[in-house]
């Protein structure tokens, strides 16, 4: 049988890390064999038997709520087209060592900007709406999280950089909202978070506005010209992100779907 043997520890602490996953995959193809690694008490890991080849090997996170470490493939590339090819041509190939770092956490609360208590204005009523985390020189989306019953929210596992954070409205009425301000992606009052590995902010809170305007319309099969149900029609700012949204033949009153007339 061949292996690929290493180790996995925390990059600051040399701390083992156990509860992430371990895999070989194919160095051109991105294919995952099976077995998964085993990794013992001291963060070290056996991951095979493997047939002779060429391999990248990853680290996966995520799949436990409670890890914080970034999913990245040996010798700390995040790309699986950066990643090293490792030549498994003997029985056993050594010293795969992985370093892990902790991703940046941006948390906080949502809050409805009358000052009224979270709970006493509906809670639930804001219960799931998203919460997108974007990058802010590029604009793209870097991680999303959804908001709790108590208006909590908590975006983890970001790499180091610059972050704008946005409540996307759900179709209730509330507006698109940034965290420090503002319902589009270049308004001057968004705040701007910049994080490291590791980092984690006190609680950050987005005071949501109710929306003042409303696009109406209907959509339709365009051979039939029969109205259609359960169609997502979103509305976009200058910059192509989402500010609001609707399905058509939702009732917002009673959050059902209804059939189209």
């Known amino acids: 049988p061949n292996f690929i043997v290493g180790t996995v520890v925390d990059a600051e602490t040399s701390v083992p890390v156990k509860d992430i996953t371990i895999v070989a995959v194919e160095d051109t193809s991105g294919f995952p064999w099976f077995p998964l690694a085993e990794i013992d008490s001291v963060g070290n890991f056996r991951l095979g038997p493997l047939p002779f080849g060429n391999y990248k090997v990853a680290a996966l996170t995520g799949f436990n709520g409670d890890v914080n470490y970034l999913s990245e493939y040996f010798n700390d590339q995040r790309s699986f087209y950066q990643a090293n090819v490792i030549n498994l041509d003997n029985s056993l190939v050594n010293n795969i060592d992985i370093q892990l770092d902790k991703g940046a956490v941006i948390q906080g609360f949502v809050d409805l900007s009358s000052g009224d208590d979270f709970l006493a204005a509906g809670g639930d009523t804001l219960d799931g709406m998203p919460v997108v985390a974007y990058d802010s020189q590029s604009g793209k989306v870097a991680s999303f999280d959804f ?115």
């Not at 149900?229 to 058509?248: E, K």
């Open 147 to 261: 908001v709790q019953f108590n208006g909590g929210w908590r975006i983890n596992r970001l790499l180091p950089g610059s972050y704008k954070v946005q409540v996307v409205p759900q179709p209730t009425g509330f507006a698109s909202t940034y965290l420090g301000g503002g319902d589009w992606f270049d308004d001057a009052s968004n705040a701007v978070v910049t994080l490291n590995y590791g980092d984690m902010t006190s609680d950050q809170i987005i005071e949501l506005e109710q929306a003042s305007g409303a696009i109406s319309g209907v959509v339709s099969d365009s051979l039939t010209g029969l109205p259609l149900s359960s169609i997502f029609v979103g509305a976009y700012d200058a910059s192509g992100h989402l500010v609001g949204y609707a399905l058509t033949d939702y009732d917002e009153l009673s959050g059902r779907q209804t059939s189209a007339a």
